[in-house]
């Protein structure tokens, strides 16, 4: 909930999250249906919307279970469901007709047919495969216009097409078409000779850090947004269900002011202030041979995350920290708000009334004297020198 509150207070006009079953996130911390209700009062009171994904792929003995699912998502007004399984949508469609339907990335599209069908079928919006190029695109949304276009634009990928990958089931036998990916594709692999006889391991490397031959890099269209526009798409998505609550301030605020007055090389920067994988572009401008991350090295945030604001009160501000700091040290604001990257010195610190020189306990409150105007919901960072 907490971080569905830091997506929206950033700029996010919906989010999207998983209930307790038929997700692809089953190691994340999902929603029960009491707090969906929560989470669709708080984002429709904002005039924001909430996605639920019900997008595995189904096996007879969960259609009960899918069919009281649907139900309360229509009852409850979510404001749209995501499936990738035929069956699926057939059922929502059946049993929850006002419930808005949202075609997963994990179905594929990847042509004007598939789009056309899935809009003959009811449904509302096509998260398309991260496969495709700009013009194949616009193409999908000439033959489609009426059907509404999705697009990831940031963060991890899968190696496999739009996430259909059984690696997981193979070596860990953990589903991942059904939640439980271990992420095999980000593990280091070696390789044996079958022909020579020989037993002997060898390790596959390109240079003295190995070699991961299936780990993806990470997705940035952040330059690319008018063009993804003027293609057909009407939403991007960010791709950061178990990201931390700083990935996604950082991320979704810097992809709403590139939205709202587009790209800059400071706002493409901003990018960089979290810990990620190499960028990519993936396929939108074409074939691209430059998608896998071969070294698995995660490229270090520029700025590291020190605090949480609660409350600023009185000429001081009030935090929870998340990463030691000290008086008289300068760190830097995270907001949605006009104090983005303004400096603020540590001065007067305390916990609770006692004067404190060292903040040091996870997630302990502390305050100090601050004449910023800063919120609850913006966040400090310390940039690495």
């Not at 276009?149 to 193979?170: P, Q």
């Not at 396929?283 to 600023?312: H, M, W």
């Amino acid at each position: 909930m907490q971080k569905l509150k830091i997506a929206l207070y950033y700029g996010a006009d919906a989010v999207y999250l998983g209930g307790k079953a038929f997700s692809l996130r089953s190691f994340s911390d999902n929603f029960t249906d009491e707090e969906i209700k929560e989470a669709l009062s708080y984002a429709h009171d904002l005039n924001k919307k909430v996605y639920v994904c019900a997008n595995i792929f189904a096996k007879n003995g969960d259609f009960s279970a899918l069919e009281k699912h649907f139900r309360f998502l229509g009852q409850c007004g979510a404001d749209g469901v995501l499936v990738s399984d035929l069956g699926a949508l057939r059922l929502s469609r059946r049993v929850a007709p006002d419930l808005p339907v949202h075609i997963s990335t994990q179905a594929n599209t990847l042509n004007r047919e598939a789009a056309a069908m899935y809009r003959d079928l009811g449904a509302v919006r096509v998260v398309l495969a991260r496969e495709l190029s700009l013009d194949e695109i616009a193409e999908i949304h000439a033959y489609v216009p009426e059907l509404e276009l999705e697009a990831f634009v940031h963060g991890a990928m899968c190696i496999s097409y739009s996430g259909r990958c059984l690696l997981s089931d193979y070596l860990d036998g953990r589903q991942s078409n059904r939640g439980e990916c271990v992420q095999a594709c980000r593990w280091r692999y070696r390789v044996q000779s079958a022909e020579s006889g020989s037993k002997e391991w060898y390790d596959l490397e390109e240079d003295g850090r190995g070699t991961y031959i299936l780990n993806s890099r990470d997705l940035n269209l952040s330059r690319y947004l008018p063009e993804l526009e003027k293609a057909g798409v009407c939403s991007f998505k960010i791709e950061g269900r178990m990201k931390s609550e700083y990935y996604l301030a950082t991320v979704v605020g810097a992809y709403r002011r590139i939205m709202d007055g587009g790209y800059t090389k400071a706002l493409g920067a901003e990018l960089d202030c979290c810990a990620r994988r190499p960028y990519t572009t993936a396929y939108l401008l074409g074939e691209n041979r430059r998608t896998e991350d071969y070294s698995n090295q995660p490229v270090e945030g520029k700025c590291v995350y020190i605090a949480n604001v609660l409350k600023a009160e009185e000429g001081r501000v009030f935090v929870e920290m998340r990463n030691r700091f000290r008086e008289g040290e300068t760190l830097e604001v995270l907001s949605p708000h006009g104090a983005l990257g303004q400096e603020v010195a540590i001065k007067d610190l305390k916990e609770g009334d006692a004067p404190c020189s060292d903040a040091k306990l996870v997630q302990g409150v502390y305050s100090f004297a601050c004449s910023l105007p800063l919120r609850a919901g913006d966040m400090l960072r310390r940039r690495v020198k």
